[in-house]
């Protein structure tokens, strides 16, 4: 799966950055997004463990991720 994505195929990335982008802000991932999805697809975490995730790939330190920034968590 991480092939493709080095390969330029993001569509199903894309879709993946999608379903996590569920909170208030369009275009990006917030803590809470991200504990609620993890917690859907059967991987809990606490909301400051989504915190230090999010804060670990925030390239441009706004305490969020972009699509790029997600890019790049889910390629390493």
Do not use: W
Not at 65 to 73: I, N, P, S, V
């Amino acid at each position: 799966m991480t092939r493709k994505y080095l390969d330029g195929d993001d569509g199903e990335l894309k879709t993946t950055f999608e379903m996590f982008e569920v909170e208030k802000r369009p275009g990006c991932i917030t803590p809470k997004g991200l504990q609620n999805m993890l917690a859907k697809l059967g991987e809990p975490r606490t909301y400051i463990e989504c915190e230090k995730m999010i804060k670990f790939y925030d390239i441009d330190g706004n305490g969020v991720l972009d699509y790029h920034e997600f890019r790049q968590m889910m390629i390493v």
